[in-house]
T-cell receptor, first 112, second 116 residues
Framework: DQQVKQNSPSLSVQEGRISILNCDYTNSMFDYFLWYKKYPAEGPTFLISISSIKDKNEDGRFTVFLNKSAKHLSLHIVPSQPGDSAVYFCAAELSNDYKLSFGAGTTVTVRA | DTGVSQDPRHKITKRGQNVTFRCDPISEHNRLYWYRQTLGQGPEFLTYFQNEAQLEKSRLLSDRFSAERPKGSFSTLEIQRTEQGDSAMYLC??????????????FGSGTQLSVL
């Protein structure tokens, strides 16, 4: 069963504009959420995370928003740069747990 | 810190053969994970180790799969009698777990397995 869903397999955005990636989850017990970025032929790398006690976390050009009542989170990238072109995975976990549940990923292409 | 390294990067094998992959985690990390990723999907949890103890195996890990982490350092994942459905990217990750604090996973570049 897919507990974390990324319903948009791809996103194309012009350089300098905002990229918005969405993620939904079904398990209300999840209390920690992460975004990973993956380039071809490389493993996923950690990007940003958010605890369920917060509704927003910002790190430079990246901001993650969490809406617990809707079981929804989003990643905003502003401004988008060509180097942001990659696959982005949303992941969720339970505190004191040891495994992440990943979404299927969204491929972002930033056009020059 | 040289990161998580995996070997080999690519493996092509014939159905029915056995294969073994190796993962070297970041040296001070006490947790090691194996994930599997198929095309168009996110990574799926297979198993994890706390030091040398294997604490959980996913139901995805059939009896043909075995993982070890002797001495709590590197880990190996062996697949016996490979099947075409085993074709996937096998990702290793490690982390430093301190109490109940959520820790981020550091992934290796993976081993791409193709079973012909």
């Amino acid at each position: 069963d897919q507990q974390v869903k990324q319903n948009s397999p791809s996103l194309s955005v012009q350089e300098g504009r905002i990229s918005i990636l969405n993620c939904d989850y079904t398990n209300s017990m999840f209390d920690y959420f992460l975004w990973y970025k993956k380039y071809p032929a490389e493993g996923p790398t950690f990007l940003i995370s958010i605890s369920s006690i917060k509704d927003k976390n910002e790190d430079g050009r990246f901001t993650v928003f969490l809406n617990k009542s809707a079981k929804h989170l989003s990643l905003h990238i502003v401004p988008s740069q060509p180097g942001d072109s990659a696959v982005y995975f949303c992941a969720a976990e339970l505190s004191n747990d040891y495994k992440l549940s990943f979404g299927a990923g969204t491929t972002v292409t930033v056009r020059a | 810190d040289t990161g998580v390294s995996q070997d080999p990067r690519h493996k092509i094998t014939k159905r029915g053969q056995n294969v073994t992959f190796r993962c070297d985690p970041i040296s001070e990390h006490n947790r090691l994970y194996w994930y599997r990723q198929t095309l168009g999907q996110g990574p799926e949890f297979l198993t994890y180790f706390q030091n040398e103890a294997q604490l959980e195996k996913s139901r995805l890990l059939s009896d043909r799969f075995s993982a070890e982490r002797p001495k709590g350092s590197f880990s190996t994942l062996e697949i016996q009698r490979t099947e075409q459905g085993d074709s996937a990217m096998y990702l290793c990750a490690s982390s430093l777990a301190v109490g109940g604090i959520n820790e981020k996973l550091f992934f290796g570049s993976g081993t791409q397995l193709s079973v012909l």
